[in-house]
């Protein structure tokens, strides 16, 4: 069974700019997790969806925001970049439990220049 | 406040030397407790759940235990393939609340 996919798998942008990035689960799976990591703060949770639906979310701006479509594909999007902003972004898919072991993908690295 | 505390932050092991990692964690509403292993510049790998004090999970040089408080990762006869960071993430009410993670460090 394939892994989580998550493109692109590497990313520049600059200040200001706005990038949107893809998710993959495993089949069969229908909740998405997102997740920020970086040396200074570790792994934070973004927010989660469940049936195209957001269904819990962290502390992050309002600039960082997502979806889910039918198929279960997730998609991010952080508007306005900062440098701050750099960071490698997870995806991890789960089958529909909130307490369902999560399986991440590889990530995507971001850097804002 | 949820909060969760790895220890140590770095391991340096010879080959075959058997050791543990902490993981301390205070989580309202705890729905589980989860071990991932992360190799630099990869996502983490899934490796145990444990959903309730005094439950032991083991796979190959690895074990996993679950206390009311404190959660460990023991490491037996560790191999340099054994090398990574490993992550423990309590499950709260909504989200899993990582640790800084305990970066591994086996020589042969």
């Known amino acids: 069974k394939a892994g989580v996919t998550q493109t692109p798998r590497y990313l520049i942008k600059t200040r200001g700019q706005q990038v949107t990035l893809s998710c993959s689960p495993i089949s069969g799976h229908r909740s998405v997790s997102w997740y920020q990591q970086t040396p200074g703060q570790g792994l934070q949770f973004l927010f989660e969806?469940?049936?195209?639906?957001?269904?819990n979310k962290g502390n992050f701006p309002g600039r960082f925001s997502g979806r889910q479509f039918s198929n279960s594909r997730s998609e991010m999007n952080v508007s306005t970049l900062e440098l701050g902003d750099s960071a490698l972004y997870l995806c991890?898919?789960?089958?529909?439990?909130?307490?369902?072991?999560?399986?991440f993908g590889p990530g995507t690295r971001l850097t804002v220049l | 406040e949820d909060q969760v505390t790895q220890s140590p932050e770095a391991l340096r092991l010879q080959e075959g030397e058997s050791s543990s990692l902490n993981c301390s964690y205070t989580?309202?509403?705890?729905?589980?407790l989860f071990w991932y292993r992360q190799d630099p510049g990869k996502g983490p790998e899934f490796l145990f759940t444990?959903?309730?004090a005094g439950e032991e999970k083991e796979k190959e040089r690895l074990k996993a235990t679950l206390t009311k408080k404190e959660s460990f990762l023991h490491i037996t006869a560790p191999k340099p393939e054994d090398s990574a960071t490993y992550l423990c993430?309590?499950?709260?009410?909504?989200?899993?609340?990582f640790g800084a993670g305990t970066r591994l460090a086996v020589h042969p």
């Open positions: 989580v309202s509403g705890l729905r589980g």
């Open positions: 444990l959903y309730s």
């Open positions: 969806y469940f049936s195209e639906t957001q269904r």
């Open positions: 993430a309590p499950r709260g009410y909504n989200k899993l609340i």
């Open positions: 991890a898919s789960s089958l529909e439990q909130s307490t369902d072991t999560q399986y």
